[in-house]
């Protein structure tokens, strides 16, 4: 999947739903994110809502667990096509169940959370942890429900998303994914440790800094993206050739072409 429909996907998951909020979103030009949003729409991971709006399509996955008595996700999810907002409990969630099971939207047939898939222990069956994981198509989600916002943050669950958010990392390939975690309005994504507030649409380029923490720079553009890459790459060269580089601060985030003479300069100050 290329860089632009990256794009176009992060901007629905985060709320944009009509073609206007995803242009107004990314800032792509009405052509680009069109063909971004056909190209989705073919592939079926991309679909039409009752209501208009667009939403993601992910394929169904076997699940080898039951719900039991959680609906944890009905309460923390979107499902635009019934009215529901996010940490709002549905309106046809009962007790007994989902009173319109049989004719509930796509979104929900579809919706299988990490627990079930069988890709977590017992310790987050998300009734009781207050939290529900799901993949999306680039992403692992970390919904937390609002009433113990923190709860992302104790063990035994941290040290857990650190370890998947590596994972993401270091798969590499179209397999590879971040980890975000969505408190309410807050957004954070997860690099081993280190926790990255507000992650752009754009993508972060990163840098590790030690097995599980990272330097980061959050890009405010995709050529901005692009700038970040080539300086991470340009210090990777140079850690090859020298055993070191220095590596700028998070502040130092808008860097120009070219990269290496401002690198030895950074690593030679560091070095006095």
Known sequence: MDQVTLLVVRAIESG??????????????RLKAERALQSLEKQKLLFREGQGSWALGIPVTPT???CGSCSLCCKVL??????????????????????????????CRS?????????????????????????????????????NPD??????YFSKLCELSLRGIRVGGSRSYATLVIVGDQKF????????????????AFFPLGNDTFRYWKAQS???????????????????EFGHCAVPDNDDDDPHAPYRPALLELTKQMRV
Not at 151 to 156: A, D, I, M, V
Not at 189 to 204: A, D, S
Not at 222 to 240: K, M, S, T
């Open 16 to 29: 944009a739903t009509t073609t206007k909020s995803i242009i107004d979103a990314t800032g792509l030009s």
């Open 222 to 240: 995709l050529e901005h993206l692009q700038r970040l890459g080539e300086r991470v790459a340009e210090i990777q060269r140079i850690q090859h």
């Open 189 to 204: 994504m997860l690099l081993g440790r280190t926790i990255v507030p507000e992650p752009t649409l754009f993508g972060t």
């Open 151 to 156: 709860r992302w943050r104790e063990e035994p």
């Open 78 to 107: 979107e499902v635009m096509d019934v009215g529901k907002p996010v940490n709002q409990v549905c309106k046809y969630s009962t007790s007994g169940g989902c009173t319109i099971y049989n004719e509930r939207p796509r979104m």
């Open 64 to 66: 080898v667990r039951s």
């Open 111 to 147: 919706f299988s959370c990490a627990w079930l898939q069988g890709h977590v222990d017992d310790d987050w069956f998300p009734e009781a942890a207050g939290i529900v994981l799901h993949f999306s198509l680039d992403a692992l989600n970390v919904q937390v429900d609002i009433e």
